[in-house]
């Protein structure tokens, strides 16, 4: 296939053809042009097009996309917010691809952001695999488990305890925080108080998230 017959496909050819074109593409064919393209394919009005994007930026760029910088970035963090959930959720896998340099783009907006910001932010720093960043990451979600804002401390409760050593996820390498530097016995003090003011409301999720947590953190206690 040669390229500008690859480029007119995964522009304009059907969801089907898009994705039988990139699967089946030889190596050549993967170059910086297609790169930038599914870069641009990223602000494309079409939420599918948008998906086939980042999907195959992550799958076959993933060299390429842990070196960007700037408003690449940008386009990345901006698909947190999409109103596609699939697409928002790769974002996150993206940004951790990238490393260091998107945990500190989340950061930074996190700190000045609205209340929808953080709460989007929690979500990725929580989901994301900075796990050389512990500490960075814990300290966000703490600033969340303190805010006025119920939304953000039931978000921020549940990603910090997704990702503590007590969780049975906690074995993955996506959700390693086994940094012997984090007090976690100090953070479950800290969430204990707050997943039991959650359970006496009347919202079933905080009520069943928080039930759950109380009974980790008490059979830790009781050890």
């Known amino acids: 296939m040669i390229l500008e017959y690859f480029k007119e496909i995964l522009i304009n050819g059907s969801d089907k053809a898009k994705h039988k074109a990139m699967s089946g593409a030889n190596p050549e064919l993967l170059n910086v042009e297609i790169f ?59 940004l951790s691809i990238i490393g260091d340099k998107a945990l500190d783009k989340l950061i930074e907006k996190y700190y000045s952001g609205a209340i929808d910001t953080k709460i989007r932010i929690t979500y990725a720093i929580g989901r994301g695999n900075f796990s050389e960043r512990t500490k960075d990451r814990v300290k966000i979600l703490s600033t969340g488990l303190q805010s006025e804002n119920q939304n ?13 050593p007590i969780s049975p996820w906690s074995e993955s390498e996506w959700n390693s925080t086994q940094d012997k530097n984090i007090d976690f016995e100090e953070i479950y003090d800290k969430i ?21 947590y109380i009974n980790w953190i008490e059979k830790r206690k009781s050890i």
Request: aromatic fraction near 16%.
């Open 192 to 212: 204990l108080p707050v997943a039991k003011e959650f359970s006496k409301l009347e919202n079933e999720e905080y009520k069943n998230f928080s039930n759950r």
């Open 36 to 94: 930038y393209l599914l870069f641009d394919l990223l602000k494309d009005s079409s939420s599918h097009n948008r998906f086939f994007a980042i999907f195959h930026l992550i799958d076959k760029f993933s060299k390429s996309l842990a070196s960007v910088e700037g408003v690449l970035i940008d386009d990345i963090y901006n698909l947190l917010f999409d109103e596609f959930a699939p697409v928002a959720d790769r974002a996150t896998w993206a």
């Open 152 to 164: 953000l401390r039931f978000t921020a409760m549940c990603e910090m305890m997704s990702n503590t």
